[in-house]
């Protein structure tokens, strides 16, 4: 049951310079295509070229994943091969001043109408507006029912009814379709507004203003989900819209709120005919699919970007050519082979697996730009491997004000946590805490008591409302794992608490379980655990070690604690043997490693790593139901025994003896 510590080739599997096809970035040509996100880009496809009803689009994907910027490239050439929507204008009749009639005119048209109909409100004599009524038929000789509305436009003005007329949307013929992004989706901005301008000693103006539906009808409309949904009355009213396939321009609440200041027109509806792109994060979108009936009728596609793309060959040629194309277009110096390498490095921690890398590309992009700051600085003509470290020293730096805090509270003993010596029901977990973009890890000290009782396992973080479920669902499982193994039964004679020390803030996640099973063996068979060692990791009912998040930060923050008390030799880390595949080690912490300076072991079991922990053996049950005399698990039963005897006494009494 020995577990040897991992070598260096298991701690960090590098990018090797040596292996990438060019000198610097300078010698390589533009991307080919979108990296890592063919899935969702094949949705987006698909979206475009549906017309049927409800085939809007949900773009979900973390920031970063390129969603907007990719999705908006194939939007732009799809815009450019539709045909340019029809122009708008709203024709007010004097007569009727609340119903104003929208008129539609073929692309690029509504100019000239207005032009013919503020002619005729010019000058309405008789005769001149009837070289008008001849000049405007001819204009829109083309187009009858303009032509023939426009006759009677004539014959009004020469009576004196003066019709006005302004653009609500206008377009240039053959620039295809729409593109307009809104980004403060209020009401009005998607719906459209009555605006009402008031000139000294004239009468108020009712004026008629386009939303962005409007504005891209025919076209594509790109809103943030969050922001939709989080405006008073925009979802409803763009669901609404997209439902009814038309849209009007005022609404109640607007209605109310004008008519203080004049009657309101409200012009007929517009026929509605596009596209609309959201764009959100997956929880947003799976909330919605949850909780509102009528998103998935009407956004009937979801384009899925991927936060992460496998590690192959193709796909660092990718990640170097995109890095070589931003750099370009900023006038960076180009990378060296080193510097993408470090980069491809900093691709894979942040995927968090050593076959994958991320497909995050503002965070690359911003390292590399920031590593272009430090080889200007330089003089350099070329970004080397080195200024790619120290722009990534810097962003810690930056961003490590609380992490070097809580160090230094631990170093000066604010925050206990031992790392010598060995104690009964004592061990330290590992947590990531996050501040913002910081991301790191940092140990805390687990404790476990024990007395009899009548098997509960009482989780102290819970009780006060400091402990989330999963947490909670963790220290479930514990009660669960000593059932199996020690309980004949099924009833425990014992009453343990677990708290994490010094914790002013929630703890969840299931990744502290096996920590605290190992504290409760500890504490049951009064075996010292190692004060040097830390430990992370989710156990099941059966004492199998499961993968957690976080490996490398958690790895590094309790290796930070000892480098700055000094290594010797005997510190470490237990991780499950499932998240060999996750780590991505800083070099210090490798290198430490390979001079034998500091250890990390790959757990299975929680028998591999209690032996460790204590230096017992765990101990196998025999056929005779017992464990092994000397083991660990012979002195946890013999405990639980020794609480079952002083249970029956306390609770049932003492045994009767003889005949009453």
């Known amino acids: 049951m020995t577990v040897s510590p991992l070598g260096a080739p298991a701690l960090r599997r590098p990018c090797d310079p040596a292996g990438l096809p060019f000198e610097t ?71 009727d001043p609340l119903r104003p009639t929208p008129l539609r005119l073929p692309a690029g048209r509504a100019k000239g109408f207005l032009e013919a109909v503020d002619a005729l409100a010019t000058d309405w004599t008789a005769e001149w507006s009837a070289p008008s009524a001849e000049d405007g038929g001819a204009a829109f000789a083309d187009l009858p029912d303009v032509a023939d509305l426009f006759a009677r436009l004539s014959q009004d003005s020469a009576t004196g009814k003066i019709w006005q007329a302004e653009a609500l949307v206008s377009h240039t013929p053959g620039s295809g379709a729409p593109i307009i992004r809104e980004d403060n989706p209020t009401r009005a901005a998607l719906s459209g507004w009555v605006e009402h301008v008031a000139a000294p000693g004239a009468p108020v103006v009712s004026l008629i203003r386009p939303g962005a539906l409007q504005r891209a009808n025919g076209g594509f409309l790109l809103l943030d989900a969050h922001k939709v949904l989080t405006t008073p009355g925009a979802w409803e009213d763009l669901k609404h819209s997209l439902r009814q396939g038309r849209i009007g321009v005022v609404t109640e609440a607007e209605r ?84 993408v390498a470090r980069i491809v490095d900093r691709a894979v921690r942040l995927a968090e697996d050593t076959d994958k890398l991320t497909a995050r590309m503002e965070p690359l992009i911003d390292l590399a730009r920031e590593a272009g700051f430090f080889a ?43 790392t010598t010596g060995a104690v009964v029901g004592q061990i330290n977990g590992l947590a990531v805490l996050d501040y913002g973009r910081a991301s790191f890890g940092r140990p805390s000290r687990i404790t476990c008591a024990v007395r009899v009782g009548r098997g509960e396992v009482t989780d102290i973080e819970r009780e006060v409302d400091l402990g989330g479920p999963l947490h909670s669902k963790g220290v479930l499982i514990l009660s669960a794992f000593l059932s199996t193994r020690f309980s004949v039964d099924g009833l425990l004679n014992l009453a343990a608490s677990l708290v994490f020390e010094q914790s002013y803030c929630e703890v969840d996640g299931d990744s502290a379980s096996s920590p605290e099973l190992y504290a409760l063996l500890s504490a049951l068979a009064e075996a010292p655990i190692r004060q ?117 006494e306390t609770f049932d009494g003492p045994p009767r003896r003889g005949r009453p």
């Not at 085939?55 to 490239?73: D, V």
Request: proline share 7%.
């Open 376 to 418: 200007r600085q330089d003089g350099a003509g070329v970004i080397a491997r080195d200024h790619v470290e120290r722009a990534l020293a810097a962003q810690e730096r930056r961003e490590g004000r609380v992490r070097d805090l809580l160090l230094e509270e631990i170093l000066d003993g604010t925050i206990r946590v031992e």
């Open 25 to 95: 970035t300078a010698d390589l040509t533009a991307p080919k295509g979108p990296l890592g996100q063919e899935r969702a880009l094949e949705a987006v496809a698909f979206a475009l070229a549906m017309t049927a009803p409800g085939y809007n689009l949900f773009c979900m994907g973390l920031e970063g994943t390129g969603k907007r910027a990719l999705t908006g490239a194939l939007l732009a050439e799809a815009a450019r091969q539709k045909p340019t929507p029809d122009d708008w204008v709203i024709l007010h009749d004097p007569t």
């Open 532 to 648: 040097s060692l830390a430990v992370t990791g989710s156990v099941d009912q059966f004492g199998n070690i499961q993968p957690i998040g976080g490996v490398n930060e958690k790895i590094e923050g309790f290796f930070e604690v000892c480098a700055a008390r000094g290594l010797t030799g005997d510190q470490g880390v237990l991780i499950p043997r499932a998240n060999l595949r996750n780590l991505m080690l800083r070099d210090a912490v490798v290198e430490a490693c390979d001079k034998g300076l500091f250890h990390v072991y790959p757990i299975a079991t929680v028998d591999e790593g209690i032996a460790i922990l204590t230096g017992l053996i765990p101990g196998e049950r025999g056929r005779d139901g017992g464990f092994p005399e000397g083991s660990l698990n012979r002195r946890v039963a013999r405990r639980l025994e020794s609480f079952a005897r002083r249970s029956r």
């Open 256 to 339: 109310a709120l004008a008519a203080v200041a004049a009657p309101t027109p409200e012009p007929s509806p517009l026929p509605l005919a596009l596209k609309v792109v959201l764009f959100g994060e997956p929880d947003l979108y799976y909330d919605l699919w949850e909780s509102d009936p009528e998103f998935a009728a009407l956004f009937k596609v979801v384009a899925d970007f991927d936060d992460q793309m496998k590690r192959t060959p193709e796909a660092v040629l990718g990640l170097a050519r995109v890095l070589a194309e931003g750099g370009r277009a900023e006038n960076l110096p180009p990378l060296d082979r080193g510097a």
